[in-house]
């Protein structure tokens, strides 16, 4: 990863968030190595400071676990500007980007979002600009559980942000500006600011804000017996070893080691000759995230700790990979793992983010880096029995591509082998096909379907792989009369040879089973409540008026033209200046009428009204989702839509 950092002038006006959150008494910290607790200082400094007083607020992480030592994650935020591009340009050479979009992001808040996406209460101590890129960031740390009590807002100068030229092996180069992240801050911190990092369970910390602050935490969590580690990753500069001597855990990834300490990194003995001169420069233990090898956890003194990467099933970005792991390796260590546990853990959930683009989304649950690591466990013993098993039961288990015929395939083999009642080997064989067989998902579709487009968007939006069987309307197929007995109407999702039926239903559906990937629904219950009503407004207005529109005539026809035009209005007024409905973000609302963008078209042009003239920001909000992959080839093209219209009246004899 290539970064090249930029920074505004240090001066500014500074607001403080308005929303403050209690601050809770928390439990004695854990201490890490042998560091003695140190009473903090009463002297007080009159500096801005980004502390919150108590007051009466709703739940928070904190006040849910109040006897647990939260996470800080002390550190930077920033806009991603993601843009997908075939290669890097040359030297004074313009290319084109295949897509854009912006996302929150910043190694400091992916740290902090991961944190709290593994179920452990964080803090999030930064700052940001009071404009759009600063709300995206704080609306996307609140709907995720972070703490952002310790966030201030900067009103004249902008949120960090970053260019990130994503390419199609997931390999990223990135541009940071360093905005609100490198200004501001004050030279002193206060004792009250630093309250928080004393009673926090660790700390982590990076480098796209300034070494004078790190260096304060860093000795205040020291003080009070707090594990601090620092994540090299930021401003291109040598490492203060004032810095390192009050850090329990370096991390750098292999170029940054290089970079800092003037050595070669290109083999294993290199990169631990590299770790030796940090030991000399104050730091105890050195933890190197390898890339593709894997990462490896230097303590002085001790032979390595190493850890294989966990291969993901593919690589989409892997933007945030390094974030995942420090905060998923933070996590593992305060809840009281052994270290070769935490690397584990935070191998898995840097597996899974590596497998969804950008960086705060792609961010796992606890849930999915468990499961990833029992489905591993299970992989990993049945390799260690394939290797002596007979040759015909490997080839039985790698070429059968069915899973009923494999089972049944292995059943067979089972005299042969005098296999007994029982065997492990059978037994995880079985498994692994029933989970393959499991995994499968099929759409019973319509092209044409606004509902089934709503499904298709789903599933591209969480990256999921599934079969499309299209439907003839005019002669349903014995599995979908099989699958929806009620309705006998697609879209009909089936999971595990199961049937979800409903659109908005199969759409709630795939967003909680694959939770670890971003969700398509707010966390916070009020805005999943208020989306739900909005997606249910839409179902019951926009079809079947809108089909009454080009479907009738007379009266009918223009008593449903009105009553379109005027839920259109009300759509409009909800959605405003917002970039979508779902405030900065591409979400349920959006999923639901997104759907029926096709039908504009047949609408207008049937209606005899103009969508761009009675509804600019409607359109201007359809061509914005239409630049989501996922939205683009999931829906049908607006003219053939038209024509099919068409072809419906003229069977129903209207003119």
Not at 403 to 421: G, H, M, T, V, Y
Not at 485 to 503: A, K, W, Y
Request: proline share 5%; with cysteine.
């Amino acid at each position: 990863m290539k970064a090249v950092s930029f920074s505004p002038g240090n001066h500014c006006n500074l607001k403080l968030q308005k929303y403050p959150i209690k601050q809770p008494t928390l439990a004695n910290p854990i201490h890490f190595d042998n560091h003695q607790n140190q009473k903090p200082s009463n002297k007080k400094h009159h500096f801005p400071s980004f502390s919150i007083k108590a007051s009466k607020t709703p739940q928070t992480p904190l006040t849910k676990y109040p006897n647990t030592p939260p996470l800080v994650v002390v550190g930077s935020a920033n806009a991603d500007i993601y843009v997908e591009i075939d290669r890097l340009p040359k030297e004074g050479e313009t290319i084109s980007a295949k897509t854009g979009q912006t996302l929150a992001g910043g190694k400091g808040a992916n740290q902090a979002a991961c944190g709290a996406k593994l179920s452990y209460p964080t803090y999030f101590v930064g700052q940001v600009g009071e404009d759009a890129h600063g709300k995206l960031i704080t609306e996307a740390l609140k709907n995720g559980g972070v703490n952002l009590d310790c966030v201030r807002n900067l009103s004249d100068v902008p949120t960090g942000h970053t260019v990130v030229m994503l390419q199609p092996d997931g390999q990223n180069s990135i541009i940071i500006v360093g905005g609100a992240n490198m200004s501001c801050w004050p030279e002193k911190l206060s004792d009250e600011d630093l309250e928080v990092v004393r009673k926090a369970g660790v700390v982590l910390l990076q480098r796209e804000i300034p070494d004078l602050v790190n260096i304060q935490v860093a000795k205040a969590a020291k003080s009070a017996g707090v594990p601090v580690i620092l994540d090299a990753g930021g401003m291109d500069a040598p490492m203060p070893p004032e810095l390192l001597n009050v850090v329990d855990i370096f991390s750098p990834n292999e170029s940054e080691l290089a970079r800092l300490t003037c050595m070669s990194t290109e083999s294993f003995e290199q990169i631990g000759q590299a770790v030796v001169k940090c030991h000399k420069m104050g730091v105890k233990q050195v933890l190197v995230k390898l890339g593709a090898k894997g990462s490896a956890l230097f303590i002085e003194g001790e032979k390595p700790i190493k850890q294989t990467i966990i291969s993901a099933a593919r690589v989409l970005d892997t933007t945030g990979a390094g974030d995942t792991f420090t905060a998923a390796f933070a996590v593992a260590l305060v809840e009281g793992k052994t270290k070769e546990e935490c690397m584990r853990f935070a191998a898995a959930a840097a597996s899974l983010c590596v497998q969804v683009k950008g960086a705060i989304p792609s961010m796992p649950d606890r849930t999915s880096v468990l499961h990833l690591l029992q489905t591993v466990d299970h992989s990993d013993a049945s390799n260690d029995n394939k290797s002596e098993a007979p040759r015909s039961t490997r080839e039985a288990e790698n070429s059968t591509k069915d899973s009923f015929s494999a089972i049944n395939s292995c059943f067979r083999l089972s005299s042969s082998l005098q296999i007994e009642k029982g065997n492990k080997l059978l037994r995880k064989i079985l498994i692994l096909f029933v989970q393959q067989m499991a995994n499968e998902v099929v759409l019973l579709d319509f092209e044409m379907s606004p509902f089934a487009a709503r499904v298709r968007i789903a599933l591209e939006e969480k990256g999921i792989e599934y079969k499309s069987e299209v439907e003839d309307l005019s002669n349903k197929s014995s599995n979908l009369l099989k699958m929806n007995p009620v309705n006998q109407q697609i879209p009909v999702l089936i999971h595990n040879g199961r049937p979800i039926c409903e659109s908005m239903i199969i759409v709630q559906y795939i967003d909680e089973v694959w939770s670890h990937k971003p969700s398509l629904l707010p966390s916070d219950p009020y805005r999943r409540a208020h989306a739900r009503f909005w997606a249910d407004y839409i179902d019951k207005k926009i079809y079947p008026i809108g089909r009454n529109l080009w479907a009738s005539e007379g009266e009918v026809k223009e008593s449903s033209k009105k009553e379109l035009i005027q839920c259109f209005k009300i759509l409009e007024e909800e959605l405003g200046d917002k970039l979508y409905f779902g405030d900065e973000s591409f979400g349920y609302i959006d999923m639901a009428f997104i759907s029926f963008y096709s039908f504009f078209y047949t609408f207008e042009t049937l209606g005899n009204w103009s969508m761009v003239a009675e509804f600019p920001k409607l359109v201007e909000w359809g061509e914005r989702c239409l630049q989501k992959e996922s939205v683009s080839k999931s829906l049908s093209d607006q003219k053939e839509v038209y024509e099919a219209a068409l072809q419906i009246k003229q069977e129903l004899g209207i003119e």
